[in-house]
């Protein structure tokens, strides 16, 4: 049984920084894509960001480049999200999302984790 596990979300004010982590480690980890994605109230889940393995190529969604930043450490099964100068537009339920390298049928999804951004 594989779990996904995201951790760090909460409550912030407007231009503040939170980071938040996924942590895989039941997962062969560096032999899987991480990205995020989120979900705001009342809209469809979108994707965020991703990180791929070996070669640490980040990609992102225009309106969190320059703000987010998508990282993981092999050593440590984990995949983090730092977010900076956030948004009321970023609040949203932040998913962990895996993907197997060469088989885009073998997939998991985390929990989520809250992220709120207000005064």
């Not at 938040?20 to 809209?43: D, H, I, N, V």
């Amino acid at each position: 049984q594989v779990h996904l596990v995201e951790s760090g979300g909460g409550l912030v004010q407007p231009g503040g920084s939170l980071r938040l982590s996924c942590a895989a480690p039941e997962l062969s980890f560096s032999t899987y894509a991480m990205s995020w994605y989120r979900q705001a109230p009342g809209k469809e889940r979108e994707w965020v960001a991703t990180i791929s393995s070996p070669s640490g190529i980040t990609t992102y969604l225009d309106s969190v480049k320059g703000r987010f930043t998508i990282s993981r450490d092999n050593a440590k099964n984990t995949a983090y999200l730092q977010m900076s100068n956030l948004k009321p537009e970023d609040t949203a339920v932040y998913f962990c999302y895996a993907r197997k390298r060469y088989d885009a049928n073998l997939y998991y999804w985390g929990q989520g984790t809250q992220v709120t951004v207000s005064s």
